[in-house]
């Protein structure tokens, strides 16, 4: 924007000087030939008494002394022919004037000056004059030159008053600008300070109002998120109770814990809705603390229901670009996805390794496998809320990886989770 103001101005500019200096140019030219032309019929008429009353002798000695102190041809044209000083043709200005003519007229020698002195007893007489083109355009480069310095100097100014002015506007709209990338990028406390034009003002006003409805939009989602999440508190109690009654203590214990952990991470997700606030740094979590954890909580349904696992972690640690809860969720929903849909005893395998300074983390099975097709979040072909491998997919996201899986018929199933390092 700045360089198409400073375009915009220098053409402006351009063309006003030019049509106010090339007149002017034109104009001291013709003032200078004006001024020679002026300056040698003064000479040539200061000669008009002595041609019209001095003898020959006393009119040579006049005209050549005019002649050296002005530096130009000066001749005079007697009645009978005799021509004093420089020596000059008789041209068609000089017939005119010895006709009773003065006149000025342009020639191939410069500006020709004849003046007819009357009252000569033998006639008229005829002093001419010619200024050279040196003399007619004397000054004329140099004040050109003056002005083409002072049109420079002005467009320069021009455009020094223009960068300026175009600083006023491009400064707000880059703000503007770097504000809507950190709204983008979840830093909903940013805000614009309101400057430049009344427009552009306007602007950073609404974009500060749209950054306070959205962070009070999703004050509300959370707030319905947490209260339907706190709708499974009863349906976990009465299990509790079930629990608890349970004649085998062994089942009573086992059924308690699994219900103890439910509501942890019922919990959990009431305080992540709730009370879940953008972080000052950098989101960062230990992958292989994370997934280790999570197998070791998975591996007691899997020692249950009969499933071989197998665990291959990389050496730690292994920093990743996304929020310990946020990854622990994402490796819950690819293991989830293996005890829902493959059959109990189906043995499965979970990998984490370091590669190209990224985590990748891939969990295979050994079940009928899944139907191809893309990702969709709300949409699942087996019965499902098919929200399990998009939270997985979105955690990647977020730390710049991907969601990748391989899926045949009969011959199991596998996905891999690529996550980013910690972002600066």
Sequence with gaps: MRARLALLVAAVSVLTLIAFLVPLALLVRTVAADRATVRATADAQSLITVVGTADTATIRLTVEQLATESERPVSVFLP????LGAPAPRTAAVALAERGQSLTAESGRGREVVIAVQGRPDGTGVIRTVVPPAELTAGVTRSWLALALLGVLLVLIGLAVADRLARTLVRPIGEL????????????????????PPELREVAGALNHLAGRIQVLLVQEREEVADLSHRLRTPLTALRLEAESLRDPQDATRVTAAVDGLERAVTGLIRQARWRVPTAGAASADAVAVVA??????????????????????????????????????????????????????????????????AALTVVDEGPGMPAGTIDRGASTVGSTGLGLDIARRAAQASGGRLTLHAAPCVGAEVRLELGPPRS
């Design 293 to 358: 954890e999570r197998v070791a909580f998975w591996s007691v349904l899997a020692e249950d229901t009969g499933r071989a696992v197998t665990l291959d972690l990389a050496p730690g640690p292994l920093p990743v670009g996304v929020p310990a809860d946020e990854l622990a969720a994402a490796v819950d929903a690819l293991l989830g996805n293996v005890f829902a849909h493959t059959p109990d005893g189906t043995a499965f395998a979970v990998r984490l390794a370091a590669e190209a300074g990224r």
């Design 80 to 83: 009978d022919g005799t021509v």
């Design 177 to 196: 600008s770097a504000v809507s990338h950190r709204l983008a990028n979840a830093e909903l406390d940013a805000r614009v300070t309101p400057a430049g």
